[in-house]
């Protein structure tokens, strides 16, 4: 038998009869409970049968409410109408026969009196307002008025999971008021989440599930957390550049933020502009009424740096060896591109182009030369930024070293020298370190003359005497050291430049040329030719009389005085030859032509004896006459070097002599 009022939970009028299908026949006792045992609410109604299963002799139901006296029914009903007994026991009994003298058996039916609570709440423990982060704090659960506590539970939930459960273990059956409580510990992710509690009654697997739920919105408050993702501890500012610093924090009630500028200055905003004039400690400030935090930025500002060395080397260089050098640049982080460019005195000499970071310093090698030394390196750079805004250049300090090369020269500055003089040579060893054994050798045209090893600091530079000779003109002398050197080779030689001397000499007046006695015929003019070998080259007079022809050649006659005399000078001296010139009053060659002519015209005409001989003899002297002017005024005159007439006349006469 089913007894059962369906109503809707928040009537409080639901009644529920718990039926079990195995309910059956007590084995002692044979009756039959329509019911195993009963839940039902406070105040409802309730009827349960008892039915006998075999002959009995009267049976009924005793209960403080709803008795039913001992009748001789088989089926009789416990029934009340308005169930206000909360610790109800009924038991229905019997009297059969099987056993006589045996008492009366009975069977009892468990009776749940319940009542749903009047109320649910959820408040804090001695707490009100929001929660401080990491605070713990005590929730508090009331039911009020609820029965039997024993089938009570309390769910405490956040949002939608559930924390805890928890059961009840007193045996009164009457309502009581039930707290139970939980303790959380405030954390920032449960601001604005929903803490409740469920008071539910557990009236078995197919009753209703009757449950009472309250909740409460949490509001957590915690103190500021400043993001360090967007707030580096070090910040760099490159030197004439900004940077924006944003301080931002989490934080409930949202925090203030202020920035403190090196404990001087207070800057009440989020962003601050950071540049050179920034001290270099500032702190953002975030703070809410929970508390306050801090972080440092050291502010960094980035000055670039360029400076020009040796690769590998300080101090001076030795002519002709290879340098590397390197403009070292600092510092320029922010930039893209970085042009170098390398100076010498104020000439650019290279140019490069490097990408930042860099990782190879620009290099440049050089060769010096003497020319160098002193010379003044330099690099400049010039930053390039991905925007059209470029940093200003910047320049490296000089560099400045010595160059060790070698020279020659005279010691008393001659730019050339006579011959068979002395001289003295000089090598001069500049820059080169002291305490130093260097050396030297003197070289006269691929020979080596001298040698010498000299100490630095060189107090006497290395000296050579020298007499030249005329062949010795446009010889090359030098000198040659050895220095020492860094590397693999300890030594290095190096060379002074070539110097040409030019080696002057009194001239020397060609005597093969020009005889000291020279005969003159009259009426046949010679001419006479003076050269002379010298450095520089001698100018030539001749002098005849008083008077000084600055001329080679000398047209002489029967005219000329005695003595003529050939001057041959230079800026080094003069040379004089002494020429005789002695007339000869000789006609034998005259008369000699005469009678041949005289032969030759008798042998060709007989004939003409008297007149033609006259006339013959006349002729004869004009042309001899006539060839005199002609060889005065042509050849001789102008071209004594070379006259086929003269010289042959000269030689005729000196045959003749
Ligand atoms: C009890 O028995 C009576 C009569 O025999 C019947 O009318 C009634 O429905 C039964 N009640 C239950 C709850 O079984
Ligand atoms: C609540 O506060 C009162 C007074 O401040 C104190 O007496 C009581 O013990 C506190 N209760 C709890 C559970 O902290
Ligand atoms: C849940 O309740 C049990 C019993 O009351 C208790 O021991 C346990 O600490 C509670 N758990 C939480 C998370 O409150
Ligand atoms: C439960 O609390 C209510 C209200 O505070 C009170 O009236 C009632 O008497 C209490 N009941 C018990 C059993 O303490
Ligand atoms: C910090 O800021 C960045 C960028 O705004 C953001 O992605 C990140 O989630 C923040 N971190 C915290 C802990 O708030
Ligand atoms: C935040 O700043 C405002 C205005 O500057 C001020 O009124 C308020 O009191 C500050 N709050 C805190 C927690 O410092
Ligand atoms: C410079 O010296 C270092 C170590 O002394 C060496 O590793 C490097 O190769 C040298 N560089 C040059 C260019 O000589
Ligand atoms: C190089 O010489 C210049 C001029 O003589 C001088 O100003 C500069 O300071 C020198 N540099 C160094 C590194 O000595
Ligand atoms: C060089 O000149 C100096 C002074 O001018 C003189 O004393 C010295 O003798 C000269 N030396 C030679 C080799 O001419
Ligand atoms: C230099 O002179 C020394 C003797 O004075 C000689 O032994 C040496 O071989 C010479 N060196 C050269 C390179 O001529
Ligand atoms: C010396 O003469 C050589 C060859 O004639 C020439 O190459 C060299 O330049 C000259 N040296 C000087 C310093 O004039
Ligand atoms: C003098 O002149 C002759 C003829 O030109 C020449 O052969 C000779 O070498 C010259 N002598 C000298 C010393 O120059």
Excluded at 324 to 329: D, G, H, P, T
Aim: proline share 6%; charged share 20%; glycine share 4%.
């Amino acid at each position: 038998m089913l007894f059962l009022t369906t109503s809707d939970w928040r009537s409080f009028g639901f009644c529920f009869l718990y039926f079990s299908l195995v309910a059956g026949t007590q084995a002692e006792c044979p009756v039959q409970l329509s019911q195993k045992s009963v839940v039902v609410e406070y105040g409802d109604s309730v009827a349960v049968n008892c039915t006998a299963t075999v002959q009995h002799d009267g049976m009924g139901w005793e209960a403080d409410e709803g008795r039913v006296e001992k009748t001789s029914a088989s089926v009789i009903t416990w029934s009340v109408p308005n169930l206000r007994e909360w610790e109800i026991q009924p038991f229905c009994y019997i009297n059969y026969v099987k056993l006589p003298n045996t008492p009366p058996c009975q069977v009892q039916l468990p009776v749940t009196v319940y009542k749903t609570p009047d109320s649910v709440s959820i408040s804090f423990v001695n707490h009100s307002g929001p929660m401080i982060e990491g605070k713990q704090y005590e929730l508090q659960c009331d039911v009020q008025n609820v029965a039997p506590v024993q089938i009570l539970s309390v769910i405490w939930y956040k949002g939608q999971t559930r924390l805890n459960q928890t059961t009840f273990t007193d045996t009164i059956k009457t309502p009581v008021n039930k707290t139970d409580t939980l303790l959380i510990t405030a954390d920032r992710a449960d601001d604005g989440a929903q803490y409740g509690c469920e008071a539910k009654l557990d009236l078995g697997a197919e009753g209703p599930q009757p449950v009472n739920l309250k909740s409460l919105i949490s509001t957590v408050h915690f103190k500021p957390i400043i993001n360090e993702t967007i707030l580096p501890s070090i910040v760099t500012v490159f030197r004439g550049y900004q940077v924006e610093l944003v301080c931002e924090a989490e934080g409930n009630p949202k925090p203030n933020i202020s920035w403190s500028l090196g404990g001087v200055e207070t800057v009440y905003n989020k962003v601050l502009t950071v540049s050179e004039s920034t001290p270099e400690d500032v702190l953002c400030n975030a703070s809410n009424s929970v508390d306050w935090t801090t972080k440092q930025v050291k502010v960094s500002i980035q000055v670039p740096d360029i400076s020009i060395s040796f690769v590998n080397h300080t101090g001076s260089v030795i002519v002709g060896k290879n340098y590397e050098l390197q403009c070292i640049i600092n510092n320029v982080a922010p930039f893209k591109n970085v042009s170098v460019r390398w100076y010498k005195q104020n000439q650019i000499i290279h140019t490069d182009t490097i990408k930042t970071p860099i990782s190879n310093m620009p290099k440049l090698l050089i060769e010096p030369n003497r020319a160098d030394d002193r010379a003044q390196y330099w690099c400049e750079a010039e930053l390039e930024a991905e925007g059209p805004k470029n940093y200003p250049k910047m320049s490296s300090g000089h560099l400045n070293f010595t160059v060790q090369y070698i020279s020659i020269s005279f010691v008393n500055d001659t730019g050339s020298v006579i011959a068979g003089k002395n001289y003295e040579l000089q090598c001069i060893i500049n820059n080169v370190a002291p305490s130093k054994n260097v050396p030297v050798r003197w070289y006269k045209q691929n020979q080596i003359i001298s040698n010498v090893t000299i100490k630095t600091p060189i107090s006497n530079m290395p000296k050579l005497l020298i007499e030249p000779n005329r062949a010795d003109d446009r010889a090359q002398y030098w000198c040659e050291a050895e220095l020492e050197a860094e590397g693999p080779q300890n030594y290095i030689k190096i060379s002074s430049e070539h110097l040409n001397i030019t080696v002057q000499f009194k001239p020397i007046i060609n005597e093969t040329k020009l005889p000291s006695t020279v005969p003159v015929f009259r009426g046949y003019p010679e001419v006479l030719t003076c050269t002379a070998e010298g450095n520089p080259k001698p100018t030539i007079s001749w002098i005849v009389g008083a008077k000084e022809i600055f001329t080679e050649s000398l047209n002489i006659s029967e005219l000329t005085p005695e003595n003529v005399y050939c001057n041959a000078s230079n800026s080094v001296g003069s040379t004089t030859r002494q020429i005789e010139v002695v007339l000869k009053e000789d006609y034998l060659p005259l008369i000699a032509g005469l009678i041949a002519v005289t032969v030759a015209f008798i042998s060709v005409i007989f004939v003409f004896i008297f007149s033609i001989y006259y006339k013959t003899a006349k002729m004869g002297r004009y042309s001899l006459k006539d060839a005199k002017p002609s060889a005065q005024n042509g050849n001789i005159a102008q071209n004594g070097k070379h006259n086929p007439i003269p010289m042959k006349k000269l030689s005729q006469s000196s045959i003749l002599a």
